[in-house]
């Protein structure tokens, strides 16, 4: 069989409903990597917050988080590391207007860095990195953020999405994340998983109908549309599904995404 990219989406993914890995899902990838396959985590998570994941499943790949903003080769030097990153000038604005627009708390992340400015009970949360991070002032920000994320007040959601496309649209996409809770993601201009996904590719050398990706969110959208075979789980959102050349039979919570792999590779149990 010709050697596979492998893609894998974390949350909702790869990791079950308490955000862990199942033993089931590490032995998968590592035979998938062992047989010469290139098993990568395409991420919306920080470095930090996926850097214990990478570990567990003792790859060897490149990563990409902040949703294809950073793409790098954790615990090395590599010398294809890439990364957008968000203008400085806009993150400050943010800052400045924060309480006026309604936005709780502003988190700035770099490979190995967070800043945060504002708070919210919540942000903890989603984001364990923050704890003790420094303040973000115009004194402390001294380079461009690979991502932004906003807390907001459910009811200005639409206005701060709205004021940021007005100001910087030309600069900056905005992502509105699923779930009950009002979280924005600030990115460079036109950057998506399935950037990240076309440069391993291209450094691999696999072409793209040998891709595989698993998703379950709109994040995933592009990455899934972009694979030759875009998979999308089976406790996916209706869109991702509609959008996915196949469905896992089993969620992320049933090893999902192992199971799929297993069948497609002919491993055995």
């Not at 909702?12 to 062992?34: H, V, Y």
């Not at 998703?215 to 694979?227: F, I």
Request: glycine share 8%; no cysteine; charged share 20%.
């Amino acid at each position: 069989m010709e050697r596979k990219l492998i893609a894998l989406d974390l949350d909702g993914t790869t990791l079950n409903a308490d955000s862990e890995l199942n033993a089931a899902t590490i032995q998968t990838m590592q035979r998938l990597q062992a047989a010469g396959h290139v098993v990568s985590i395409i991420t919306g998570r920080s470095y930090q917050g996926s850097q214990a994941i990478y570990d567990s499943l003792q790859l060897v790949s490149p990563m990409i988080n902040f949703n294809g903003s950073l793409g790098h080769l954790p615990h090395h030097s590599w010398d294809s590391e890439y990364q957008f990153t968000v203008n400085k000038a806009i993150v400050l604005a943010l800052v400045k207007y924060r309480e006026q627009l309604g936005i709780s708390e502003i988190i700035a992340e770099n490979k190995n860095s967070t800043m945060t400015a504002g708070q919210d009970l919540i942000a903890g949360k989603f984001f364990p990195e923050i704890a003790n991070s420094p303040r973000l002032t115009p004194e402390t920000l001294t380079r461009n953020p690979n991502s932004l994320v906003l807390i907001v007040q459910m009811d200005r959601r639409t206005a701060v999405v709205d004021w940021i496309n007005k100001h910087f649209g030309d600069f900056v996409d905005v992502g509105v994340w699923g779930g009950p809770n009002a979280i924005l993601e600030v990115t460079s201009k036109g950057v998506h998983k399935a950037k990240g996904v076309a440069y391993l590719a291209d450094y691999f050398k696999i072409p793209r109908r040998d891709i595989i990706a698993f998703g379950d969110e709109h994040n995933d959208l592009e990455m899934l549309q972009y694979a030759g075979l875009g998979v999308a789980m089976a406790n996916g959102t209706p869109a991702i599904k509609a959008a996915a050349d196949d469905t896992t039979a089993y969620d992320n919570d049933q090893n999902g995404v192992a199971r799929y792999l297993n069948d497609y590779f002919e491993l055995a149990e």
